[in-house]
């Protein structure tokens, strides 16, 4: 039997069977995370940032996701990344169904799947074995609650009996290791600070007791081995800078003391073992990206950010 073991970031290792490291790269603190489409100031965008996690380093993908579009969603598992949904112009069919999939090992782009139904503006978590696309809008511009459901070994899709608390779209996704959660959006009442939880284990639903500390759409999420954050959005103040914290022991939630760098939403979030990061935003497009590290919850804001301003991203890490 293969032994896989995680490894906390810096540790050397060695030793390590032939083949193990580029089959199993979301065990690594020097893996890479990804910012996907989006809307810079040309339009809606197929680019594809990937930022090495080792010493934050950018680079821009030669091949870049299927199609233009905005208001996507992305999650990893261990070994590949996904980005699904979002809108293209209405020419070009509006909400969308497609789910892209890149290997994380070389990179290589291939359309695996499409949502259940076209949706744009939805959320996605995460885990190693399979991961859900949640809300959006459709292209009548009614509201969603469904809930897809892809098993990573063979791509497969299910739709959940069960699915959002509500109608939403804009809302925001990051998952612990047992459960994915989606936080905030907007419903046809208005902002929400509703926090769903659904195990993987049996896809049941349970919606928290508390939420997030105020009502947001256009938030973005991420999430260390131990806790899970949600960045970002506007309220009822307009943007915020925002960064609640859920401690999955108990899912808790405080309040970061140090919030983005900036007010933002339309920002997207991915993580490594060591730091979360919250990319881009707009209107008043932005090409930041802030680092949090998960040992002390404290922010930097990387030298380099993304290679154009761009809001109505996607993020995504191995899982």
């Given at each position: 039997?293969t032994r896989i073991e995680r490894f906390q970031p810096g540790t050397k290792v060695t030793n390590w069977a032939s083949g193990s490291i580029a089959a199993n790269p979301g065990y690594f603190a020097t893996g890479s995370g990804y910012f996907a489409g989006g809307n810079d100031v040309?339009?809606?965008?197929?680019?594809?940032?990937?930022?090495?996690?080792?010493?934050?380093?950018?680079?821009?993908?030669?091949?870049?996701?299927?199609?233009?579009?905005?208001?996507?969603?992305?999650?990893?598992?261990?070994?590949?990344?996904?980005?699904?949904?979002?809108?293209?112009?209405?020419?070009?069919?509006?909400?969308?169904?497609?789910?892209?999939?890149?290997?994380?090992?070389?990179?290589?782009?291939?359309?695996?799947?499409?949502?259940?139904?076209?949706?744009?503006?939805?959320?996605?978590?995460?885990?190693?074995?399979?991961?859900?696309?949640?809300?959006?809008?459709?292209?009548?511009?009614?509201?969603?609650?469904?809930?897809?459901?892809?098993?990573?070994?063979?791509?497969?899709?299910?739709?959940?009996?069960?699915?959002?608390?509500?109608?939403?779209?804009?809302?925001?996704?990051?998952?612990?290791?047992?459960?994915?959660?989606?936080?905030?959006?907007?419903?046809?009442?208005?902002?929400?600070?509703?926090?769903?939880?659904?195990?993987?284990?049996?896809?049941?639903?349970?919606?928290?007791?508390?939420?997030?500390?105020?009502?947001?759409?256009?938030?973005?999420?991420?999430?260390?081995?131990?806790?899970?954050?949600?960045?970002?959005?506007?309220?009822?103040?307009?943007?915020?800078?925002?960064?609640?914290?859920?401690?999955?022991?108990?899912?808790?939630?405080?309040?970061?003391?140090?919030?983005?760098?900036?007010?933002?939403?339309?920002?997207?979030?991915?993580?490594?073992?060591?730091?979360?990061?919250?990319?881009?935003?707009?209107?008043?497009?932005?090409?930041?990206?802030?680092?949090?590290?998960?040992?002390?919850?404290?922010?930097?804001?990387?030298?380099?950010?993304?290679?154009?301003?761009?809001?109505?991203?996607?993020?995504?890490?191995?899982?």
């Amino acid at each position: 039997m293969t032994r896989i073991e995680r490894f906390q970031p810096g540790t050397k290792v060695t030793n390590w069977a032939s083949g193990s490291i580029a089959a199993n790269p979301g065990y690594f603190a020097t893996g890479s995370g990804y910012f996907a489409g989006g809307n810079d100031v040309t339009g809606k965008i197929t680019r594809v940032d990937k930022f090495s996690f080792a010493n934050d380093s950018r680079t821009t993908l030669g091949t870049g996701i299927s199609t233009d579009r905005k208001g996507l969603a992305g999650m990893g598992s261990a070994v590949a990344g996904y980005a699904g949904g979002g809108e293209r112009d209405s020419g070009q069919g509006g909400a969308q169904t497609t789910v892209d999939r890149w290997l994380f090992s070389n990179d290589t782009m291939s359309v695996v799947s499409t949502l259940s139904v076209a949706r744009k503006a939805i959320a996605a978590a995460g885990s190693t074995v399979t991961g859900y696309f949640a809300g959006g809008q459709l292209n009548s511009n009614a509201l969603s609650s469904v809930v897809d459901k892809y098993t990573f070994s063979n791509d497969s899709r299910s739709a959940l009996g069960t699915g959002l608390s509500g109608t939403r779209y804009w809302s925001a996704g990051m998952a612990s290791t047992v459960a994915a959660y989606f936080g905030g959006g907007e419903s046809s009442g208005g902002k929400v600070a509703t926090v769903d939880r659904f195990l993987f284990s049996d896809d049941s639903r349970t919606t928290l007791g508390t939420g997030l500390s105020a009502a947001v759409r256009s938030n973005a999420g991420m999430a260390s081995a131990v806790a899970g954050y949600f960045m970002g959005g506007t309220g009822s103040g307009g943007k915020t800078t925002t960064v609640d914290r859920f401690l999955f022991s108990n899912d808790s939630r405080t309040t970061l003391g140090t919030g983005l760098s900036a007010t933002t939403y339309y920002n997207a979030g991915m993580a490594s073992d060591a730091a979360g990061y919250s990319g881009g935003g707009g209107y008043s497009n932005v090409d930041t990206v802030d680092r949090f590290a998960f040992s002390d919850d404290s922010r930097t804001t990387l030298g380099t950010g993304l290679s154009t301003a761009t809001y109505a991203l996607a993020g995504v890490a191995a899982s």
